[in-house]
Structures are given as structure tokens and as C-alpha cells.
């Protein structure tokens, strides 16, 4: 899809710039009593932020799939994937329980109700999805292995939507990630992705999209 708006790397609606401009506004207001983001980036909410978790929607998933975040935070990038996704359900997990209760008090405000929160460390989660998504949380080997612990295969994605696995957002040079993952697992498969591809603004120029997926079906 081709933005519709500067700010954005995809398409939306007004409806889901709304939610995500007032989105936005409460992560940094409620940013001013517990850091949720750093405090240098809170006047590039928008463009460092929402932005940057949109690159993440460039590809739609399957209606009904799940989706985990690990190490959410303030609800990036789990809420405006959930605004952009209505049909997806998603679950953003962090051990910080200020950040779930922040989560929840943002998706109650806005009206969000395919988006959960799970407090606890990622390697103690359960249940089963079918997609990890991640911004710059931890290595590629553990996003992958906590990824593998809950995976269940769901339906087939349509021709043109992510592949099912793990899709995250990192910086910098990846290549001690990519080997460290495929010395754990043989049986990955690493796409990456320049944001400069995606999105236009300089901050995104070192960034990087990931996606891992298995080469066993």
C-alpha cells in the first residue's frame, strides 16, 4: 500500500489516524510520570514511534491470526498493529507491569478490544499465536526461541501477506544476530529489509526490517 499521509509508511484510514494521533498524545502524557519512551523522542512520537511500528503493517496477516509482542512497552508496537489489524488478535507481553497496565488503560481509552496484555518474562509465556513482532527488544536468537515455544501453525496467509514467524525492527549491523540465530537453528530463513526502502525520514536510514521464518513446514 502507498501512504496516504507523509507521516505514515502505509496507507490508513482517518478512523486509524485518529486512534493513532490520540494514541500518540497519551503515551506522552502518561510518558511524563514513568518513562514508556525516551524522553528525547517524545516530540517524534509520531514519526520515531508510530511510524516505526507501522513499517510492520506494510504486508497484512490472515483475519483470526495471533499476534505476540514481546517486550511491549507502552504498547509498541502491539497497539498500532492492533488499530491497523481490527480482525488480529494481539498480545503485548512485557515484565514491567506499570507498561501492561499502561497498555490497557491506552486500549480502554481508545476503544481497542483485540488488544491483551500478558505481564511476566517472555520465556514464561503461553499460549499459541502464529506471528512474534518486536522493536529492538533482544537478540534474534531469543525472539526466535521464545517465538518457537508458542508457535501453532494457522491458516494458509494469502499471496502478498507476511509468512508466518517472527517479523521485528532493529538497528544497526545484524550480522553477528543473523549468525548467532542460524548456528541455533539451521533451519531459518532471514529476510532483511532496509526502512530507507519504506520510509523516507533520515531516522529510519540504519534501520532495519527482519523477518525470520522456518524452512520446515
Not at 478512523?15 to 523522542?41: C, H, P, T, W
Amino acid at each position: 500500500m502507498k501512504p496516504n499521509n507523509s507521516i505514515y509508511p502505509i496507507s490508513v484510514t482517518p478512523e486509524q489516524d485518529a486512534l493513532l494521533r490520540s494514541y500518540a498524545d497519551m503515551l506522552v502524557e502518561v510518558n511524563k510520570r514513568f518513562n514508556l519512551i525516551s524522553r528525547g523522542d517524545v516530540r517524534q512520537a509520531m514519526s520515531h514511534h508510530i511510524a516505526h511500528s507501522l513499517v510492520l503493517a506494510t504486508k497484512d496477516v490472515p483475519a483470526g491470526s495471533k499476534v505476540v509482542d514481546w517486550g511491549s512497552g507502552g504498547g509498541l508496537p502491539a497497539i498500532p498493529l492492533a488499530i491497523m489489524w481490527p480482525d488480529v488478535q494481539v498480545i503485548a507481553v512485557d515484565s514491567n507491569g506499570k507498561k501492561t497496565r499502561s497498555i490497557e488503560l491506552f486500549c480502554r481509552k481508545l476503544g481497542i478490544k483485540n488488544c491483551t496484555t500478558w505481564q511476566g518474562r517472555a520465556e514464561q509465556s503461553s499460549g499459541h499465536v502464529q506471528y512474534s513482532v518486536s522493536r529492538a527488544t533482544a537478540p534474534l536468537s531469543d525472539l526466535w526461541s521464545w517465538h518457537k515455544r508458542v508457535y501453532q501453525a494457522g491458516s494458509s496467509p494469502p499471496v502478498g501477506s507476511w509468512a508466518e514467524g517472527l517479523i521485528c525492527l532493529k538497528g544497526g549491523n545484524l550480522d553477528d544476530e543473523i549468525a548467532s540465530l542460524k548456528a541455533l537453528d539451521v533451519e531459518v530463513q532471514v529476510d532483511v529489509q532496509p526502512l530507507r526502502e519504506l520510509a523516507h525520514d533520515p531516522y529510519f536510514s540504519t534501520k532495519r526490517l527482519v523477518h525470520v521464518t522456518s524452512t520446515i513446514v
